[in-house]
Every structure is written in structure tokens, then in C-alpha cells.
């Protein structure tokens, strides 16, 4: 049988080594993306939607560690492979953009250098041959002027403009897979809106897949196929864009539709908000992460972690139940 | 507009505002070789009891504004009057007893929140500075009911700040704005570092707080849905500039300035049914230096419906019928007469 799926994570949990202990930041994760599709990761702070990008690339460096679970990209297990093995991934089939284009960027490195660098260090090109790929990149991105800017430092461009400048350079090896962390989070809002708009017209261009990681549905609702929405470590609930909004079956989901002011509903009333804290990592409740703040939970919520089961064609939801 | 028209009830009044700052060069920095106009020529009064709203992007000016109303900053020109008196030179000893009736919660509760300190001293340090912690068994009633107010539990007065989570931190920074019983609150991003689900509870806490203690908010945000949940009106600045003022409703339903029209539609709406049959009206480049701002109307080298002389003349912020304000030759020409 052949498989659709680009990237499947099978099982993935993830821990780091914290004054307090070994913590776990990710649990029992699966995930799948599909060539040409946006895969929305949604969650608030410290939900392990960072951590699981980043153990995609193995980055979680010395602190963190992967317990278990298979991470399956075209075929083969990116946990199995070597230091070298994963380098060649690297950068050249799947790309990462993340959300500070200021502190991402090497200041003391031209942008040309720091562009045209992947595609001679990945497809072992001529400096000249790869200066140029890296001018075609910064045209692709609409950097105006892009010819004479390849001398230029980080820090002549603006915030926006650098953010261009990330995702030329993730796009400089035509990768497969593109992880991009909050992209936008550092943004103005209508620069926002052009580089989300650049980044999926030209994901949709080459076909490859786009993993977005955000905390913001309103990007998720533009811009996404499919979601998964994670809490505590989890992802509690994920089904393709349009049937999340209008039928969101996990209380957490329900509880951050109702909790954001939307611009179409009315002004000035009392939001419904979820209730309490975000949970502690170090010290998760035995059963459901969120049963502390659930107006649903029940004695079995508090003692059994619910698992992550299909409801609805596409639709998954890690809950109990509740009527 | 009549300027100096006082406004019976009217809690803050700032007119024609401008707050510009050197650029200076060589050694020590003594030759001044441009200037940026931060804010350049700003006027609203805020009504006792209302939420005002100043939105934009970065460097239109709206933190400027705000801190000049705290008189953090000295503006270059104009006048800002608070409850009828004019506070634009005051030195700071005559800005003491002001600065009890107006307040700031700040943006980042990681930062602004002394990590040495007890919450509890936190919030009641505005009390001791002003002289108002009569004594002991007073100022811990004041803290007490201070916590209370914004929903922090008693048992948390001897924490540190590390112990709590974003959401706790803003509302202990609320406490301390609220312990002198300020009328105005100035806020600035009060709640964009917060993640979704606290947001909500912290935007509930000031809807609450304005209800029950008559508070007027001069609120400043770029999360459009946030403005527009909270405010009673709203501003909208670019490069310095007010671009348009109005109810909020009027703001929202029927935007009339191009660059508000394109803020609007650049923010995404949490629901894909919309957004799948949404116009994107997506606006080319990026906001220019304040340094050297585009001549004429500042917004006309990105403006879908700049005219041949937006990039001459700057156009002036003119009322229709409504009250609505705008700032745009598109409308000037036929309501100017």
C-alpha cells in the first residue's frame, strides 16, 4: 500500500532534564502531513507544540531527549539516523522557520552569504552558481532590489524583511516539509498577512508540506487544511480546519473558540473564558491534563489519561466524554 | 474642531500632541542631525468612563502618546490637560498628586514586576510612596482587598513573582495600578503577552474593574479584536499620526480611511467559513521610517487609492456628519466644501 503521508509521527514523547527532574513535554504524539497540505500545530505555552517541531529536526539538544516513538519521513525513521544523516535532512528536505527573525539570522554574515550557504553546502554548487540561486530566492521572497542587497547585514532589515529573508532561506533547497514556528508572532499584522500569504502560495507552488505552528486561530482559520490543537503535552483534539471550527468536540478546543473576542460578535459582553491556570508540566494530574479547568470532568477524567480516539470521519478527540 | 473648547466631561484632553526626538551624531552625541516625529500633531479627549482605544502598528506613535500622558515623557508641543489642568509642563513634584489619579498597567508581566519582592508588596508599594499606608493593619487591608479586586487568593500575598503564571503577574500589575484608587488607566498591550485562554480572563477582569470602579482606560493594542471588544471608541494612527477616529461600531462596520480599511482586513478571523470567501485587500510593504516619513499623506506610497496629490499635500483630519473622523483626500474633496 502505498503511502499519501510525507511525515508520520508515530508515539513520539519527548522529555527534558529540569532542576525538578526529568519533565515531560511531549506525550504519546501522532501526526501526519500530506505533500501540498497545511498541518496547523495550535496550542498556549508550554503545550510541547514547539518541542515537537523541534525533536522533527532533532534539535532539542543536550537537555531534552526523545523517550519514544518513530518520526517517519518519506519512508525512513529520522530518530535512527546519525548525526551526518540527519545534517543531510537538514536544512535541504525539511526547513525550519522560526519566530525571531532577529536572533535567527547570523548578524556578522552578509544575507547573500547566509542564503547562498545551504544550497552549496547541500547541493555542492559553485559559490558563483549558488549566489545566484540565492538572488533568484530573494526575488521569490519580493525583497525589492534584491541583486544589490546580497552584501547587506541582518540588521539593514526590517523585521518583516528579514522574515523574507528566513524563508528564502528554507526555501533554497526546495525542501519537502517546511516547520515554521510562529513565523509571524514578531510581526506587524499586515506584514503578517503577506508573509503567510507568500509562504503558502509557495508551499502550494512546489507542493511540499507546511507545518505551521501557532497560538493564533485566526491565522489557523486562513491558513490551514488540518489541525491539531495540543495541551499539556498531548494533542487533544485534530480534524481538518472547517469541521474544528464548526464542531469542535474536545472542552479545551470549545473553551479557546469561546475565549477569543471575535470580530463579529458582540462587543463588550463577558467573554467565556476557561477557567485557572495552564497546567505545570512537571506536576501533571494523573488523568486528563485538563480536567483541573474542565466544567466536564468526572471521576475517571481525573484518574485515566483519555486516549486520542476517531469520533467522526477525520476527527479525533482525546476525552472521556461528556454529555 | 474647537481646541480649546473644554469639554465638561471630559477626564483627559490632549491637543495637537507632538513628541519629537533628536538624532544625534558624532562624539557625545552633540550634533542633532534629524528628527524623528514620534507623534506630530495628535489630539482626542477621553470621556470619563470610556474606553479609548489607540491602535496601529509599530512606530505609529501609540506608546508615545501613552507615555507622554503619563508625562514619562515631555512633549515637544501642545497641551495635555487632565481633569481640567493643564499638566504639559508640570515638574514632578506637581505631577505627584496626578499620578495617583493616573495609572499604568504595562504590557509584559515577565518584566515589569520586581522579582525581589512579595506580591503583596507589590501591590501595596504605591501606597507607601504616596504616604497612604496609615499604618500597619490598614495597609494589609488595602492589600487584601486590592487581591481580592482582581482575583488573587490571600495565601498568595507572601510569593514571589517567579511562583505565578503570566495571567497572575498582569493581574497583581493590575492591583498595583488600582491601590491608589486612580480615575484613568493607561494600558498599554496589557494583554498581548498572554497566551489565548488567559487573555480572555484578564480582558473579563478590566471589563469588571471599569463597571464597578468607574474606571476611564486610555487603551493601546495592535490586536484589533481586542480593541474592538474593549473600546468605546477608537483611534487609529500611523507614522505619528491620528489616520481616523470614530465609535467603535463606525470604525468596525464601515472603515473609511484605506489604511484602516486594509488593518481590518489584514487580521485574520477565527473562523474558516469567513475566511474562505473573505476579500484580502493585502497591502504592499512595509510601514516606513519614522525618520523620514513619506511627504504629503503619509500612507500614499502603499495606498490602492493614493491620487496624484496625496504625496503633496497632507491631508487633515475632517468629520462627517456622524462625528466620524478621517484623514483622507478621497473623502476631503467632497465633504471639505
Keep these: 500500500m502505498s503511502n499519501p503521508n510525507l511525515l508520520e509521527v508515530e508515539d513520539l514523547s519527548v522529555s527534558f532534564r529540569t532542576d525538578r527532574g526529568w519533565v515531560r513535554a511531549v506525550d504519546s504524539v501522532n501526526l501526519h502531513v500530506a505533500p501540498g497540505e497545511t498541518l496547523a500545530i495550535v496550542g498556549e505555552s508550554g503545550s510541547g507544540k514547539s518541542v515537537t517541531a523541534l525533536s522533527i529536526l532533532r534539535l532539542l539538544g543536550d537537555s531534552g531527549q526523545v523517550d519514544r516513538g518513530r518520526i517517519l519521513f518519506d519512508g525512513s525513521d529520522l530518530l535512527e539516523l546519525d548525526d551526518a544523516g540527519i545534517r543531510k535532512i537538514r536544512g535541504d528536505r525539511i526547513a525550519m522557520i522560526f519566530q525571531e527573525p532577529m536572533s535567527s539570522l547570523n ?21 558563483s552558481v549558488a549566489l545566484e540561486h540565492a538572488t533568484e530566492l530573494l526575488k521569490k521572497v519580493a525583497i525589492p532590489d534584491a541583486e544589490h542587497r546580497l552584501g547587506d547585514y541582518p540588521h539593514l532589515f ?46 502550494r507552488e512546489t507542493n511540499s508540506a507546511l507545518i505551521l505552528i501557532t497560538h493564533d486561530l485566526g491565522v489557523v482559520a486562513r491558513y490551514a487544511d488540518r489541525v491539531a490543537v495540543m495541551y499539556g503535552g498531548r494533542i487533544v483534539e485534530s480534524a481538518p480546519a472547517g469541521e474544528l471550527y464548526s464542531n469542535p468536540q474536545h472542552p479545551y478546543t470549545r473553551g479557546l473558540m469561546n475565549s477569543i473576542p471575535g470580530l463579529d460578535g458582540s462587543p463588550q459582553s463577558r467573554l467565556i473564558t476557561i477557567e485557572g491556570q495552564p497546567p505545570d508540566l512537571a506536576n501533571l494530574p494523573p488523568g486528563c491534563a485538563f480536567a483541573p479547568r ?3 470532568a468526572s471521576n475517571v477524567c481525573h484518574d485515566q489519561k483519555p486516549a486520542l480516539e476517531q469520533i467522526a470521519e477525520h476527527h479525533l478527540r482525546a476525552c472521556h466524554g461528556y454529555e | 474642531m474647537a481646541m480649546n473648547e473644554i469639554e465638561s466631561d471630559s477626564l483627559l484632553q490632549v491637543e495637537d500632541l507632538k513628541v519629537h526626538f ?33 491602535v496601529g502598528e509599530s512606530g505609529c506613535g501609540k506608546s508615545t502618546t501613552a507615555l507622554s500622558v503619563m508625562r514619562m515623557l515631555t512633549p515637544t508641543a501642545g497641551r495635555i490637560a487632565f481633569a481640567g489642568e493643564d499638566i504639559t509642563r508640570h515638574t514632578p513634584a506637581m505631577m505627584r498628586p496626578i499620578r495617583r489619579q493616573i495609572q499604568m498597567v504595562y504590557q509584559d508581566p515577565f518584566s515589569s514586576l520586581n522579582p525581589r519582592m512579595k506580591i503583596a508588596d507589590i501591590i501595596g508599594e504605591p501606597l507607601v510612596v504616596h504616604g497612604m499606608a496609615r499604618d500597619k493593619t490598614f495597609y ?19 510569593r514571589y513573582p517567579h511562583e505565578f503564571s503570566g495571567g497572575q503577574r ?5 492591583a498595583r495600578a488600582l491601590a491608589l484608587r486612580p480615575r484613568l488607566i493607561v494600558c498599554d498591550e496589557p494583554v498581548s503577552a498572554l497566551d489565548v485562554s488567559i487573555q480572555a480572563q484578564i480582558i473579563n477582569l478590566f471589563m469588571d474593574l471599569q463597571q464597578e470602579l468607574g474606571l476611564t482606560y486610555l487603551f493601546i493594542a495592535h490586536d484589533i479584536s481586542v480593541v474592538r471588544h474593549m473600546s468605546d471608541r477608537v483611534a487609529v494612527m500611523y507614522l505619528g499620526k491620528i489616520v481616523e477616529m470614530a465609535d467603535r461600531d463606525a470604525l468596525f462596520d464601515s472603515p473609511r480611511h484605506p489604511y484602516t480599511q486594509a488593518l481590518l482586513s489584514a487580521v485574520p478571523v477565527a473562523d474558516p467559513a ?3 470567501h473573505r476579500p484580502q485587500q493585502l497591502i504592499v510593504g512595509e510601514v516606513p521610517s519614522v525618520r523620514n516619513p513619506p511627504s504629503g499623506c503619509r500612507f500614499h506610497p502603499r495606498c490602492v487609492q493614493a491620487m496624484a496629490h496625496c504625496s503633496q499635500t497632507a491631508p487633515e483630519l475632517e468629520a462627517n456628519q456622524q462625528g466620524h473622523l478621517t484623514s483622507c483626500h478621497l473623502y476631503a474633496s467632497v465633504e471639505g466644501q
Design chain 1, 107 to 127: 548578524p556578522v554574515l552578509t544575507i547573500g552569504k547566509q542564503v547562498a550557504e545551504p544550497i552549496q553546502l547541500h547541493r555542492g554548487l559553485p559559490w
Design chain 1, 158 to 203: 526590517s523585521g518583516g524583511m528579514r522574515q523574507r529573508v528566513m524563508i528564502a532561506m528554507a526555501l533554497a533547497c526546495d525542501p519537502r516539509l517546511i516547520i515554521a514556528d510562529e513565523p509571524t508572532t514578531a510581526l506587524d499584522v499586515t506584514v503578517q498577512a503577506q508573509i503567510l500569504a507568500l509562504l503558502k502560495d509557495l508551499t
Design chain 1, 294 to 296: 474542565c466544567p466536564h
Design chain 2, 22 to 54: 533628536p538624532v544625534t551624531e558624532g562624539v557625545l552625541g552633540r550634533k542633532q542631525v534629524a528628527t524623528v516625529k514620534a507623534v506630530d500633531g495628535v489630539s482626542f479627549s477621553l470621556r470619563s468612563g470610556e474606553t479609548f482605544s489607540l
Design chain 2, 140 to 158: 494589609r487591608k488595602q492589600v487584601a482587598e486590592l487581591m481580592d479586586l482582581v482575583g488573587l487568593l490571600p495565601n498568595m500575598a507572601d
Design chain 2, 170 to 174: 498582569q493581574r497583581v500589575g493590575i
Design chain 2, 274 to 276: 469567513i475566511e474562505s
